[in-house]
């Protein structure tokens, strides 16, 4: 469904976040994620194909594109829970490469999913408090010996408590994640991921099947992670969204980022204009990724000229 981001107050937006005109593979003046030449393909489809790309820190970061540009394998392939073909990736100087999903968020770079994985057999608080890092309990021994874990355990408890509030889902705290709704389990998980304490936050889709009545609040949280010295990629298509309150777009299409720069001059892009509404008469859309050879820009440009034309006529009416 479709956000109202009008009704929020305009957040502060962050810039001076790269060095040079914005293109695709632009260097960021302080970069917390860098990725060069990472490639991913199944079977004879190319998913992702990325030759440099760096996330700028400290800032939100919009990753969006058509579907099928490889945005969500791109977010597989950062956090671990697919493997590249090819290239090599850093988060905060540390190379990523080969490192299990697990490490990863251990390392402060968590994700939430775009259809969520709460555990819907467990309560609210017991799906929080899984989401804890470095539990005295965890192991086999030690967990039976309750002295060893217990002062630890209602600490992870105490916080969860803390951040349940702040998420409005505290008075659910004892149901189970199964009976929450679809927007609920949106919010939950990215509850469950702040209790790592992260660095760097992933959100894929955080709006998609959301009842507009969270998405409001949904926004205020993803805005909150920034206020709170977090790094926040996420993925979405609603465009009133990402104008709205993201830092720094990069476009993905055919598996290869094909623009990046500030929200409203990536609109503006006729590569960006082409990627979302399909070819025109004499562009295709490998053309605009580099797949094939061939001369977009003036007729991507005149299909952007010509869309702009129509939404200035309906303002008028």
Do not use: C
Not at 21 to 30: I, L, N, R
Not at 68 to 78: E, I
Not at 130 to 139: C, H, N, V
Not at 183 to 201: C, D, I, N, W, Y
Request: glycine share 10%; charged share 20%.
């Amino acid at each position: 469904m479709s956000s109202n981001p009008s009704s929020l107050p305009t957040p502060e937006k962050t810039t001076g976040l790269h060095v040079g005109e914005p293109a695709p593979g632009v260097a960021k003046v302080d970069p917390i994620m860098v990725v060069d030449n990472v490639s991913r393909t199944f079977g004879g489809l190319t998913a992702v194909n990325v030759e440099h790309l760096e996330v700028p820190r400290g800032a939100i970061t919009a990753l969006i594109g058509p579907n099928g540009a490889g945005k969500t394998t791109l977010f597989n392939l950062m956090t671990g829970f697919d493997t590249p073909d090819t290239g090599t990736w850093s988060f905060d100087g540390s190379s990523l490469a080969g490192v299990p999903a697990f490490k990863v968020a251990q390392r402060g770079q968590v994700r939430t999913f775009q259809l969520t994985k709460a555990l819907g057999l467990l309560t609210v608080m017991e799906n929080m408090k899984l989401g804890a890092k470095d539990q005295k309990g965890e192991g086999i021994f030690r967990s039976l010996f309750p002295f060893i874990w217990k002062k630890q355990d209602a600490e992870i408890e105490a916080r969860a408590l803390e951040l349940l509030e702040r998420f409005k889902l505290a008075k659910l705290k004892d149901e189970f994640a199964a009976s929450l709704s679809g927007g609920q389990r949106k919010l939950l998980e990215m509850a469950r991921a702040l209790m790592s304490v992260p660095t760097l936050v992933m959100l894929d889709e955080p709006m998609a099947g959301v009842n507009p009545a969270l998405t409001e609040s949904l926004l205020g949280h993803i805005l909150d992670l920034k206020k709170q010295g977090m790094t926040v990629l996420f993925v979405e298509h609603d465009m009133h969204m990402v104008r709205h309150i993201a830092d720094w777009v990069v476009v993905m299409a055919e598996g290869a980022v094909i623009a990046e720069g500030p929200p409203d001059e990536v609109m503006k892009n006729p590569a960006v204009v082409d990627a979302y509404l399909g070819s025109h008469q004499e562009v295709d859309l490998g053309v605009v990724t580099g797949r094939i050879e061939g001369d977009s820009a003036a007729a991507a440009a005149a299909l952007f000229e010509e869309l702009h034309g129509d939404e200035s006529g309906k303002g008028g009416k």
